[in-house]
């Protein structure tokens, strides 16, 4: 199963932030949050990751609180090609090493 | 340009018959990783593998099975033994099980329809 809860859906107006929840209260100390984005029937694109402090890139910027239970994906200025589903993912352990499993995401609808 | 390439990108197929996928890489990477996807859900993990000539079942492995005989090549045949194939099939790579950080790349998909 996922570690991470993530809000099913959410809209945002275009030019604005959108600010992105996830919750992964289970988190171990070493492992770091990756954010992706699902593009309709396209491959998943990665964003962005981070271990505990707080990061930015050309496309987001990342927010990880203090005790690393939940962070939040900030895309700044949204526009319309920013709707997608993004998924919040923390690696669990498997067998022969640890295997990135996928949750549901949430869907995020960015609206002129 | 590196990255993965899935193919065919679109593949009937008729029932009990197996079809394999192709995924192959050139980013000199461990670990590859094949996941299904239906409608409106999200990525479930079939099979994966840290290192040639080993890899390990994900969460939903029955019906399906693969190879990693070389680095760059992760085949995913899907048996007549899975009872509902039809699906969006990602190839997915990274750097190794162990760094630090394990950032995927994903290939563009292979869209599998059993007629």
């Known amino acids: 199963d996922a570690k991470t809860t993530q809000p099913p859906s959410m809209d945002c107006a275009e030019g604005r932030a959108a600010n992105l929840p996830c919750n992964h209260s289970t988190i171990s100390g070493n492992e770091y949050v990756y954010w992706y984005r699902q593009i309709h029937s396209q491959g998943p694109q990665y964003i962005i990751h981070?271990?505990?402090n707080n990061e930015t890139n050309e496309m987001a910027s990342l927010i990880i609180t203090e005790d690393r239970k939940s962070s939040t994906l900030i895309l700044p200025h949204a526009t319309l090609r920013d709707t997608a589903v993004y998924y919040c993912?923390?690696?669990?352990?498997?067998?022969?090493?640890?295997?990135?499993?996928f949750g549901a995401g949430t869907r995020l609808f960015v609206k002129a | 340009d590196g990255g993965i390439t899935q193919s065919p990108k679109y593949l009937f197929r008729k029932e009990g018959q197996n079809v394999t996928l192709s995924c192959e890489q050139n980013l000199n990477h461990d670990a590859m990783y094949w996941y299904r996807q239906d409608p409106g859900q999200g990525l479930r993990l079939i099979y994966y593998s840290q290192i040639v000539n080993d890899f390990q079942k994900g969460d939903i492995a029955e019906g399906y099975s693969v190879s990693r005989e070389k680095k760059e090549s992760f085949p995913l045949t899907v048996t007549s033994a899975q009872k509902n194939p039809t699906a969006f099939y990602l190839c997915a790579s990274s750097i190794g099980p162990s760094s630090g950080a394990n950032v995927l790349t994903f290939g563009a998909g292979s869209r599998l329809t059993v007629l």
């Open positions: 993912i923390v690696r669990v352990a498997g067998t022969g090493g640890f295997k990135t499993i």
């Open positions: 981070g271990l505990k």
